[in-house]
């Protein structure tokens, strides 16, 4: 399993602004430091600011900064978040996706159980504690 690009620089985006509290960032300063473009990291601003992990202010001294103290800000959700689609097997989506599929799969059962597990170990987590 493998997150997406999207999660992984909502992240780093996430580590950067919490590391550089004493300024304003930018979405080109970001694309730059996190080596993505500036296309890609505006969309996942634009999420986390919808989401209020990240807040803008305009003006001079204007720019990007982190939404809330990173002791607040639980891994999981921003994995959430940022993932969306976190199905491990097409099946879960459909039950036409597998010639197989039966009511008690235990193959979705399985990887359902690991699946949480995963999202449940980002739970006991906050942005804090990657600092």
Do not use: W
């Not at 300024?23 to 209020?52: F, G, P, Y």
């Amino acid at each position: 399993m493998q997150l997406s690009k999207f999660t992984d620089y909502s992240f780093r985006a996430l580590i950067y602004l919490a590391r550089n509290r004493d300024k304003r960032c930018t979405i080109e300063e970001l694309a730059a430091r996190l080596e993505t473009s500036h296309n890609h990291m505006k969309k996942v601003i634009c999420k986390l600011a919808a989401n209020h992990y990240v807040k803008s202010a305009k003006g001079r001294t204007g720019g990007l900064f982190l939404g809330d103290e990173p002791e607040n800000i639980v891994l999981s959700d921003v994995l959430l978040l940022a993932e969306g689609n976190m199905n491990l097997l097409m099946c879960y989506n459909s039950c036409s996706a597998c010639p197989l599929q039966t009511r008690q799969c235990a193959l979705k059962k399985i990887s359902r159980t690991a699946l949480q597990k995963f999202i449940d170990e980002f739970k006991n987590h906050t942005l804090r504690d990657i600092l």
